[in-house]
């Protein structure tokens, strides 16, 4: 059993981001459930809000894709990483 | 969603500038013009080609080191072979001898813009090297010289450093 079926995973990505798009392919592959939010799309002062949260969760300005599994987190397509993080 | 002719339009602009400055574009067309559907988007949502790969205030002057293309592709191409969202790469990646991959954020938490000791940012002894192109005289303030000077078109060993009016 992989840690995502047992964690929630989510990823927050840009819609407009190259790096995303593949992330989401990977994650699609690899049959990993997910909860997919594009933060670019999102109304100002939530998506102010919501950097602020991720930054506070990773220590530094978020950079996308990232990745959250559990208390766990991956920043760019890394798939050593996400596979890692995930237990693919 | 963006007109596919202007995507085309745009990526042909851009292919030939960078061709025509000693720049390459990512040889992965579909990526390449993804990534342009994205500048062509955040021209019509910001006014300005804010990076694909990376959140925009929306604001012209936070976001002015991430407008494409950002003051980090050269650092970025020197190091990894391509630019941060990928649009760019080197001619090694063209030739397929180095693989795209992705490229750590090195952009700081404050952008260089808004950060103080920054305001007025002068290239003095000490700072980033001058390079100077033997060939047409092109000067450039940067870690290492272009790969390809991009007004004559000479390669980077036709650069030499420079410093107080003479090679050193």
């Known amino acids: 059993m992989s840690e995502s079926d047992t964690q929630n995973v989510t990823l927050y990505a840009l819609s407009t981001c190259g790096w995303c798009k593949m992330t989401r392919g990977w994650l699609d592959e690899n049959h990993v459930e997910y909860e997919c939010i594009y933060v670019d799309l999102m109304p100002k002062e939530e998506r102010e809000a919501l950097v602020a949260q991720i930054q506070e969760r990773i220590g530094r300005r978020p950079a996308f894709p990232t990745v959250f599994c559990g208390d766990k987190f991956v920043v760019g397509f890394n798939k050593d990483q996400l596979k890692e993080m995930l237990g693919l | ?5 202007r995507v085309d339009e745009l990526y042909r602009r851009l292919y030939e500038e960078a061709e025509a400055s000693g720049y390459h574009l990512n040889p992965d067309v579909p990526f390449t ?16 080609w804010a990076c694909p790969c990376r959140i925009a205030e929306g604001n012209k002057e936070y976001d002015l080191d991430i407008i ?15 630019c941060y969202c990928a649009l760019y790469v080197t001619q090694e990646v063209l030739d397929g001898k180095r693989p795209v991959q992705p490229v750590p954020e090195r952009r700081p938490d404050v952008p260089p813009q808004l950060a103080k000791k920054a305001m007025s ?6 700072s980033l090297p001058v390079w100077r192109c033997r060939v047409c005289g092109y000067l450039c303030a940067r870690e290492n010289p272009p790969s390809v000077c991009p007004v004559c078109k000479a390669k980077k060993d036709r650069f030499e450093r420079f410093a107080f009016g003479r090679a050193v």
Do not use: F, Q
């Open chain 2, 1 to 5: 969603m963006i007109d596919e002719k």
């Open chain 2, 33 to 48: 013009k993804s990534l342009i559907e994205g500048l062509l988007i955040n021209e019509d949502r910001y006014g300005y």
């Open chain 2, 68 to 82: 494409c293309p950002c003051d980090y592709r050269d650092p970025d191409l020197d190091e990894y072979g391509a």
């Open chain 2, 121 to 126: 940012v002068t290239v003095e002894e000490g």
